[in-house]
């Protein structure tokens, strides 16, 4: 934790002040849907049966500050990790060989696995996939040079149901709008300028993408109107946050969307004879729509795969025509797995799958050390850090699968790998943990405000539509028709807390305010 | 109640159809602000000490079915109505003769004649003033006339705190995005075209008049910013109403605004030598601003004053140079009395106040009956009415104060005259019911859907601004710098409820279905 990077900010509130802002603050953000339903712990089901009532989503009270040359550092490598991710997503042979390694220890990976063979053996009916991605990073400085400067490092990236650009955009309004009534003290007046504040886009041009996939899977075959579903969890709390986009999508292209629970899929949707997908609203049963996208905010984490209805389920619409936000080789590309075959110190792979030096090497200066938990020379080496009670103190230890959640932290790691059979370390990656400078802010959520010291955790989103290649019976290969940086979101969340995701319970959607370090 | 004017509509929905709705409902408003804060039965305070929840506000689930005749009807007046409510503000003499006969039976009027005075004494020192009027509107077919066609009468005129203009933007937005989404039945669709849902325009239209006013108003002469006041109660729980029209000043307009609660007056505002009015908010002590204008949505009601103190506050804001929306005179042109003496049969006035034959006569085709309670001809033709319990059934009686509430309905009108000294009666008028057709609709409120018969009242918003000539001392003739038509609000409530307003806890808002009938 580095503590002498920024400017004192933001400044002490009288009474007076806070009650001003935090005023601005309920009012603005449910005048402009910057909201969530209520924990059953603030609101017991019991009390709104229909779920009607919403409150603000946790929000800071102050766009956090952070180093503009990392800001744009961490958006200008965007569309070079889209490229690289929707390589590897198009390498089936590569894919094989990493996801291989997980199956014995990951039944979820080896499940998903298991509906990408069966559909591959069938044959796939659709070339065109959209990635949606979220590349979370956080601010590090080396703490054993003492000059250095702060660069971004990858915390993770995202390539399924990647959150929060719905709230994002609005937060980003939120802090402009608490600037421009003078809510936030003379004394920020001179940090929190209008060039500071940049504007989260991450709202239209989520929507813009899934409007170009929609386009681009062409007309309808079937003679149906054509739609996008949202695969939803239900209940689903974060509902506004992907509201948001549906109805830019809605209003700014003209596009049909239904929101598809994931226990439905069956229950509403069926493949004709050429495998497009059709939608029957259970609302309207005499009217069907082919689906042209289907975009995951649901079927990521192990725990929506109940029984083996679920898998069916899932291989049901990996064998569709529809195009997937992501298809499961996509997901697959999002293992931790990947990643740290990627961030392995001398890893040959970020080469061969980004042939562009400058895209390589700017990728390359986002990663943290990465280790893999298996047999291998690096391997061996993390299994010695990581039971190490010292050495320990500098990691983290994460799985391998998407979704959040489980990591273990530094002094707990030992502990952990002691209570765990050894074969299941390799299910597991060993990250150095990034140490990002120290800054304050206040959280204001479930109608408390609490402050102290915060971590931030960027996100940048990237967008990208490509068309796969098949050499061999396999994927290889592929044309990339779209591929865009798609705005940012900035998520902060109280030094006690090691985890970043908002809604887990911790933390809080955030925008960035840029100083020049 | 004419049952027959309208077609079938909206048709019975399967429990899926409402389900589909009704999510949609509750998602779509909390994302733009279609909402209010909860009661206390709903949340109880203690539950949510911080104020942070929100639900959606009473809406109607379809738009209700409307003749666009009348509704043609009530816009085409609104010029005509804010030409004749701004020539009666500017007649002190006239509103003299008819506010004195109110003195010794209404403490609230008399208190704000006395505060009138004081003001005249000293003299005024801002000729301009704001009305943001809404006239309220019943549809009517005469019982007694096989073919009659419907026409809207006025319920009643308000010039102070006409409430609902910003939600009504929203709802009718609600409800085009319900029927692009065919939420709507298919049976619906002949009814529920594009043409027949007009924009309710009232957050642009009221913004823009405060912001012409605002520009009025004229540089600060204290070298000080400027800003608009929203005078307010506190708690307000319809503050998301308020809110839309105050984003919109300060997005569409950049005009700066504050929310100064009723009884924080004194603490936060002074007038300088030349009576400009000064606010400096209590977070920025430092940093005052002079008022250019004040708009009430608080105040209007006898129950605010509740000490010296509160009409100490009222003679405060009078006295000083911001422009009031409205000013007091203003306020007292919207009594009943004054509705009275202008639908009084074979009245004088209105042609007095509207030389304009056309206008006037626009104007007179809206009114309905009214009668006072005094001893005059009409009045005792009104007392032997309201008396007899057969003839009563066809009137409403209502206080001649503004604020809504406390009118006393068709058979219960006898009993309540026995039990009041009839030195009171003339405090109240009495109006011949209005019959509307019937009509079917769902409300959604609190979390419960409620479907049955509803009737719909029409506020058709005026925005005026005008200069007060002085003749004599006194205020007469004025020039109007401003006069247009500012939006529509259409409140549905059930038909056992007999009360209109939907922040008193009944009803909704609602936006219209025009039919051509």
């Excluded at 042979?93 to 390694?101: A, I, R």
Aim: hydrophobic letters at 35%.
């Amino acid at each position: 934790m580095a503590n002498d990077l920024y400017p004192a900010y933001p400044p002490d509130l009288t009474a007076e002040q806070e009650a001003y802002l935090l005023t601005n603050v309920k009012d603005w953000s449910i005048a402009h849907g910057l909201a969530v339903r209520p924990t059953p712990a603030y609101v017991p089901t019991k009390q709104d049966p229909s779920g009607a009532l919403a409150t603000t989503a946790p929000v800071t009270l102050f766009p956090s500050l952070f180093p503009r040359v990392c800001f744009e550092q961490a958006k200008g490598v965007a569309t070079a990790y889209n490229e690289l991710y929707s390589a590897i997503a198009s390498d089936e042979g590569w894919l094989k060989g990493t996801v291989e390694e997980l199956l014995e220890i990951d039944d979820f990976i080896a499940q998903l696995w298991k509906v990408h063979l069966k559909v591959k053996e069938e044959g796939d009916v659709q070339d065109l996939s959209l990635g949606l991605f979220r590349s979370d990073y956080m601010v590090h400085i080396d703490p054993t040079d003492s000059s250095a400067k702060p660069s971004v490092k990858q915390v993770e990236f995202n390539t399924i149901a990647s959150s929060f650009g719905g709230l994002s955009t609005q937060v980003s309004a939120l802090h402009k709008h608490l600037r421009s009534i003078d809510a936030y003290h003379d004394s920020t007046a001179s940090t929190s300028t209008d060039d500071a504040l940049p504007d989260a886009t991450s709202v239209p041009k989520l929507a813009e993408a899934m409007a170009l996939a929609h386009r681009a899977y062409g007309p309808s075959s079937s003679a149906l109107p054509t739609c996008v579903i949202f695969l939803v969890q239900d209940p689903e709390r974060n509902v506004f946050d992907q509201r948001h986009v549906e109805y830019a999508l809605n209003t700014n292209h003209g596009v049909r969307t239904f929101r598809l629970p994931f226990q439905r899929i069956l229950d509403d949707t069926a493949l004709d004879p050429d495998r497009k997908l059709l939608y029957t609203p259970p609302h309207s049963p005499s009217k069907s729509y082919e689906v042209t996208l289907l975009y995951f905010r649901a079927g990521y984490s192990p725990d929506e795969y109940k029984s083996d209805r679920d898998w069916h389920a899932r291989l049901h619409l990996e064998r569709s025509a529809a195009i997937k936000c992501p298809s499961i080789l996509t997901q697959l590309a999002g293992t931790k797995k990947v990643q740290q075959v990627l961030a392995t110190p001398q890893s040959p792979h970020l080469k061969h799958f980004l042939p562009n030096e400058n895209q390589a090497a700017a990728v390359l200066r986002t990663f943290a050390p990465i280790y893999p938990m298996d047999k291998s020379p690096a391997g061996l080496e993390a299994r010695r850090l990581a039971q190490n009670p010292s050495a320990a103190t500098r990691f983290v230890l994460k799985p391998q699968r998407e979704g959040g959640g489980n990591n273990i932290y530094r002094s707990s790691i030992p502990q952990f790998l002691k209570s765990t059979p050894e074969s299941h370390w390799p299910a597991h990656i060993l990250m150095e943990m990034i140490e990002p400078p120290a800054q304050k802010n206040s959280i204001f959520r479930n109608g408390e405000v609490a402050t102290g010291g915060v971590i931030c955790e960027l996100g940048v989103y990237g967008a990208c539509l490509w068309r796969s290649g098949v050499v061999n019976g396999e994927r290889r290969g592929r044309e990339v028709v779209e591929n865009f940086e798609a705005g940012y979101l900035l998520r902060t969340k109280g030094m006690g807390s090691e985890e970043g995701g908002v809604a887990a319970g911790f933390g809080s959607v955030d925008s960035v305010c840029l100083v020049d370090v």
